[in-house]
């Protein structure tokens, strides 16, 4: 059973347009959320991360929300631009498993011109 | 050279054969893991090693063997594996704080065939 899920295996936006990436989690002991940018072929890079006490958080372009009461995280990436498509990978650890990153398996967005 | 870097990129290796896959860090961390990363399915967590020490491993096959020497470097020994097994190999390395989320740095993965 998957305790951290990503429902739409693709997202096709257009350049200059808001991205929104939806990651939906089952464990109420999760406290920490981390969005991951990934290539074909490669390891994730770290984009973003929020902590269970905050409800935002924002670095430039990419915004990640987060709604406890709902079990529920969003990446907003505005204006989306061509080098942003990739596959974006959530993942969330639990209070005392910092080692225990559970990940989703990915969205990939698609940036049109 | 600075972050994780994974030797080799590509590996083919016969289900006979003894293979290892290398990782190495520049980032001072404190922990290591490996991951697999099948086609379309979330990245799979092998083993942790924190301060050296085996911390974690989730039920993986012993024809899978971790060696964690310090904590610059991290080994996956590899023997008489299965097609199955073909896969990116993930290194990762982490600052274990002890802090609530930390997070985690990627190699660049080692893409193994096995055939």
């Known amino acids: 059973d998957q305790q951290v899920k990503q429902n739409s295996p693709s997202l096709s936006v257009q350049e200059g347009r808001i991205s929104i990436l939806n990651c939906d989690y089952t464990?109420?002991?999760?406290?920490?959320f981390l969005w991951y940018k990934k290539y074909p072929a490669e390891g994730p890079t770290f984009l973003i991360s929020?902590?269970?006490i905050k409800d935002k958080n924002e670095d430039g372009r990419f915004t990640v929300f987060l709604n406890k009461s709902a079990k529920h995280l969003s990446l907003h990436i505005v204006p989306s631009q061509p080098g942003d498509s990739a596959v974006y990978v959530c993942?969330?650890?639990?209070?005392?498993?910092?080692?225990?990153?559970?990940w989703g398996a990915g969205t990939k967005l698609i940036i049109k011109p | 050279e600075t972050g994780v870097t994974q030797t080799p990129r590509h590996l083919v290796m016969g289900m006979t054969n003894k293979k290892s896959l290398k990782c190495e860090q520049h980032l001072g961390h404190n922990a290591m893991y490996w991951y697999k990363q099948s086609a379309k399915k979330p990245l799979e967590l092998m083993f942790v090693y924190s301060l050296e020490e085996r911390v974690e491993n989730n039920s993986v096959p012993s024809r899978f063997s971790p060696e964690c020497p310090n904590s610059s470097h991290l080994f996956l020994h590899l023997h008489t594996l299965q097609p199955e097994d073909s896969a990116l190999y993930l290194c990762?390395?982490?600052?274990?704080?002890?802090?609530?989320?930390?997070?985690?740095?990627f190699g660049q993965g080692t893409r193994l065939t096995v055939v």
């Open positions: 929020i902590s269970s």
């Open positions: 464990n109420s002991m999760f406290d920490y």
């Open positions: 993942a969330a650890s639990a209070l005392g498993s910092n080692y225990q990153l559970i």
């Open positions: 990762a390395s982490s600052q274990d704080s002890g802090l609530p989320g930390t997070e985690a740095f």
